[in-house]
């Protein structure tokens, strides 16, 4: 089911004294639903949360993340705007996955991504576990064809789906839909770590001719990085870009549903994410793992507020 976006999450702090140069995200966010929905013409962010943590339940995780999405948005309420540098941002609530069911809200959200891409918004999809994933690939896969897969993560998530859909297995299930279909699995993940990943998980990473890079090659040589990723990118027409916020060190985000030692600073994130936004081919953006239920000070949160910053300028 859809769940309409709660404008009472849309408040905080009036610099009136300012006019226009002191506006926040919450002053213009607009608040719509997919009744008569009409394309835009010039870039538009539609943000959609997908409220489940199914996903993580059925990966043996520590549950939460479900309630992520309004959490996320209440940490961008008071981001600074700028109405001639930043792109237009409209809310569209959540895709809620009802008890169990995931596979039911699945679908929901295959169709709600696939009709804002068909009207030219730029989906943001608010997670939610990394189930949220193959749904957003699948609705990308619906309207594009040569779609390059990026993964900014501390694990593969390549396991394989024994008793159904988890967040372990997204990228699994992409790949064995691009066998099924006649489609080519393109797929980078950056940030790898070895021991939150088996050598079943490396092995089968190899086997899918994954290219990866881990924590470790950040930390020693992000330029290096940067320049694989680079070469990725120009290799594809579209790209689709998901973000587990478990790839940060521990220290930066501690509200996750799978928290990581060694892992990456947000100073190594968001040079990845800028890489990505300056190849002018990401079609749609996820952000996931956020888990409320640990996080301290909100800091987690307001980090994801942070990176969906650059999405917004012009």
């Known amino acids: 089911m859809i769940e309409f976006a709660n404008q009472n999450i849309w408040t905080g702090r009036f610099d009136d004294e300012d006019g226009e140069s002191?506006?926040?995200?919450?002053?213009?966010?607009?608040?719509?639903?997919?009744?008569?929905?009409?394309?835009?013409?010039?870039?538009?962010?539609?943000?959609?949360?997908?409220r489940s943590d199914e996903g993580v339940r059925r990966n043996k995780g520590r549950v939460g993340a479900k309630n992520a999405p309004d959490f996320i948005r209440k940490a961008c309420t008071n981001l600074?705007?700028?109405?001639e540098k930043q792109i237009p941002i409209s809310d569209f609530g959540n895709v809620v996955c009802e008890e169990t069911d995931l596979e039911s809200a699945r679908k929901q959200q295959i169709e709600?991504?696939?009709?804002?891409?068909?009207?030219?918004?730029?989906?943001?999809?608010?997670?939610?576990g990394h189930e949220t994933a193959?749904?957003?690939?699948?609705?990308?896969?619906?309207?594009?064809?040569?779609?390059?897969?990026?993964?900014?993560?501390?694990?593969?998530?390549?396991?394989?789906?024994?008793?159904?859909?988890?967040?372990?297995?997204?990228?699994?299930?992409m790949a064995h839909f691009c066998q099924?279909?006649?489609?080519?699995?393109?797929?980078?993940?950056?940030?790898?770590?070895?021991?939150?990943?088996?050598?079943?998980?490396?092995?089968?990473?190899?086997?899918?001719?994954?290219?990866?890079?881990?924590?470790?090659?950040?930390?020693?040589?992000?330029?290096?990085?940067?320049?694989?990723?680079?070469?990725?990118?120009?290799?594809?027409?579209?790209?689709?870009?998901?973000?587990?916020?478990?790839?940060?060190?521990?220290?930066?985000?501690?509200?996750?549903?799978?928290?990581?030692?060694n892992g990456l600073t947000p100073f190594q994130v968001k040079s990845i994410i800028q890489k990505i936004i300056q190849s002018n081919k990401i079609k749609l953006f996820d952000v996931v793992e956020l888990n409320p239920e640990f996080d301290q000070d909100n800091r987690t949160a307001k980090l994801a507020a942070h990176f969906l910053q650059e999405f917004t300028k012009a």
């Open 134 to 173: 193959l749904g957003n690939y699948l609705a990308l896969a619906d309207n594009f064809e040569d779609i390059g897969i990026v993964n900014i993560d501390a694990h593969y998530d390549l396991r394989i789906p024994v008793e159904g859909s988890t967040s372990g297995t997204p990228f699994f299930e």
């Open 180 to 261: 099924e279909n006649n489609r080519e699995f393109h797929y980078f993940c950056v940030g790898i770590q070895p021991t939150g990943n088996t050598e079943a998980l490396f092995h089968r990473a190899n086997e899918l001719n994954v290219e990866t890079v881990l924590a470790d090659e950040i930390h020693s040589d992000l330029k290096q990085t940067l320049h694989q990723l680079e070469k990725f990118l120009e290799k594809h027409s579209v790209i689709y870009l998901s973000l587990d916020l478990d790839v940060l060190d521990g220290a930066f985000a501690p509200g996750v549903s799978a928290p990581c030692a």
């Open 80 to 83: 600074p705007y700028s109405k």
């Open 112 to 128: 709600s991504v696939s009709e804002l891409l068909q009207k030219k918004y730029f989906p943001i999809i608010l997670g939610g």
């Open 22 to 50: 002191g506006l926040r995200w919450h002053q213009v966010i607009q608040t719509q639903t997919f009744d008569n929905l009409r394309s835009v013409q010039e870039p538009h962010i539609a943000l959609l949360g997908f």
